[in-house]
């Protein structure tokens, strides 16, 4: 069974620190890369859009990544972030980002304070499955994270589509 924790995914890290994926996959024991299929600046879903509190049309860069277990592709992330601060920076370069995006994002002025997780299960469509290596209609896990700051403003939002089979998502939450 393997344990998905979103702790890790949240928390800047030093530049020489291990990936939160890799080191996630090895304390599994597999080994984790991801990668990058796409950066670019459009029109976000209207799902992010609403989530990022951005008004229609405006743009948002994403960065679509491929999630591999032993060079096997068991997830999808796209992770979106609005133009107005990601243009012009790494987050919007086809390339992988030096200590990690929440890194960046935290150098940048972005730290997460609140953390809002909707999670929805359903088949595979034609497009995820080609990319994950499954039939169509292969159940997935699609957990969409969105990140604010403490004063409540959007500015991540990542939609992964995991494969369901051998998965347990994990949160412990402290109250008060």
């Known amino acids: 069974m393997w344990v998905a924790n979103s702790l890790p995914y949240l928390t800047p890290r030093t530049s020489d620190a291990p990936d939160p994926w890799a080191q996630e996959a090895a304390q599994a024991g597999g080994a984790g890369t991801q990668r990058l299929r796409e950066v670019t600046e459009t029109s976000p879903p209207p799902a992010v859009a609403d989530a990022l509190q951005l008004p229609t049309g405006m743009p948002a860069v994403v960065r679509r990544r491929v999630m591999l277990l032993d060079d096997t592709p068991v997830e999808l992330t796209d992770s979106w972030y609005p133009a107005s601060f990601a243009s012009g920076t790494p987050l919007a370069e086809q390339r992988k980002i030096k200590g990690g995006a929440v890194a960046l994002l935290s150098e940048l002025g972005y730290h997460a304070h609140e953390v809002l997780e909707d999670i929805a299960f359903r088949p595979a469509t ?7 290596h499954r039939p169509e209609g ?8 969105t990140v604010l700051t403490q004063e409540g403003t959007p500015f991540e939002v990542s939609v992964m589509t995991m494969l369901a089979e ?10 008060g």
């Open 138 to 145: 292969t159940p997935v896990i699609v957990l969409r994270r």
């Open 126 to 132: 034609a497009p995820e499955a080609e990319l994950l």
């Open 166 to 175: 051998g998965r347990l998502l994990r949160y412990r939450l402290t109250v």
